[in-house]
């Protein structure tokens, strides 16, 4: 079945940087998108990036540029998501997800399959 496993969460210093990875499995189609989501305790859970399985091509969030970068596995099935500059705000649980299609949304509610989540602490 279709399986995606986030890890690399945890604690670091503002100012500081991590990196999650997402490692799928299972893919029903050679043609998806993953796509990196957060949710913040009180707070709707939002999009920060995604990249296309054809081409690589990405899409980030407005607000998400300049400090997040989604990269890819030359297998595809393992993206990664470098974050820089992190801020006590960037504290999350930060999930993967699939999207089944041609396209990359950063809509939530467009993915059809989810990690279990990796939590991300900013904090001195």
Do not use: N
């Not at 992190?86 to 041609?102: I, N, P, Q």
Request: charged residues 20%; aromatic residues 12%.
């Amino acid at each position: 079945q279709v399986r995606l496993v986030e890890s690399g969460g945890g604690l670091v210093q503002p100012g500081g940087s991590l990196r999650l990875s997402c490692q799928g499995s299972g893919f029903l189609s050679d043609t998806y998108g993953i796509g990196w989501f957060r949710q913040a305790p009180g707070k709707e859970r939002e999009g920060i990036a995604c990249i296309m399985s054809t081409d690589g091509e990405t899409r980030y969030a407005d607000d998400m540029k300049g400090r997040f970068f989604v990269s890819r596995d030359g297998d595809k099935l393992t993206v990664q998501l470098q974050m820089s500059s992190l801020k006590s705000e960037d504290t999350a649980v930060y999930y993967c997800a699939v999207h089944f299609g041609s396209y990359c949304p950063l809509d939530s509610r467009l993915f059809d399959f989810w990690g279990q989540g990796a939590q991300v602490t900013v904090s001195s």
